[in-house]
């Protein structure tokens, strides 16, 4: 009888240890890059706020080709069929608007923000 009353209030303690310490989660993997998707003519999400160094890869997911060409000229893609990639690595602070050449009411914009924070260079 003893013993199962040490058994019980060991297994109780326990249970109360399980239930203050959270589960372990696993992290989200670190990942250095955004994607937009091209569909139905429209750049998706339109406006991306990024820090320099990030990666975006811009992926056609419309049945038509497109392109994705900076107003700046800092960046430009060939044409891009479905499911075709184009990306390109922001280095510097600032505001990159971008439009489809084909389709030239298609526009998005990047925003790099300086790696302190304090907001985007304009």
Known sequence: MKTSLVRLAMFAGL?????????????P???NGTEVKIDN???????????????VTWINQDDIPH????????????VL??????????????TFEYFCSLHPHMT?????????GGGAVP
């Open 15 to 27: 249970l109360q240890l399980a239930l203050l310490v959270p589960p372990a989660v696993a992290e």
């Open 41 to 55: 003519f429209t750049f998706g999400p339109q406006r991306v706020t990024v820090r320099p160094g990030t990666t």
């Open 67 to 78: 392109t994705v060409v900076s107003t700046s000229l800092a960046f430009r893609s060939k």
């Open 108 to 116: 998005g914009t990047i925003v790099v923000e300086t790696s302190a």
């Open 81 to 94: 069929d479905t499911d075709d990639k184009f990306s390109f690595t922001f280095t510097t602070a600032g």
């Open 29 to 31: 993997a670190a990942t």
